[in-house]
Nanobody, 121 residues
């Protein structure tokens, strides 16, 4: 069982930055960030594997968001720069046992409660 706790959400103006943090209670082969906006389905934002630290990003955030992890402390971060109003959503941290860096929510077994990010124009 892996427990995940997100922090770092908030309200910013367009063009601003936020850094989300996810504290995991145990090691997981892969960790991802997902988001769900009002009336939208949950979508993958970024993911990182433990082996080699390979990363993947949704096209909508490439060049603006960066995922990183500290394996020693089981912390995962999402640095979000150049935020846009369309980035407004609840952001979730998720962990999966199988190695990889997929952005498919179905491949993740454990989920945090989420942290709200609101970007105003």
């Amino acid at each position: 069982q892996v427990q995940l706790v997100e922090s770092g959400g908030g309200s910013v103006q367009a063009g601003g930055s936020l850094r989300l943090s996810c504290a995991a209670s145990a090691y997981a082969a892969k960790v991802g960030w997902f988001r769900q906006g009002p009336g939208k389905e949950r979508e993958g934002v970024a993911a990182i594997s433990s082996f080699g630290g390979s990363e993947s990003y949704a096209d909508s955030v490439k060049g603006r968001f960066t995922i990183s992890r500290d394996v020693a402390t089981n912390m995962v971060y999402l640095q979000m720069n150049g935020l846009k109003p369309e980035d407004t959503a609840k952001y979730y941290c998720a962990a999966g046992w199988a190695s990889g860096r997929t952005l498919s929510p179905d491949e993740y077994q454990y989920w945090g409660q989420g942290t709200q990010v609101t970007v105003s124009s």
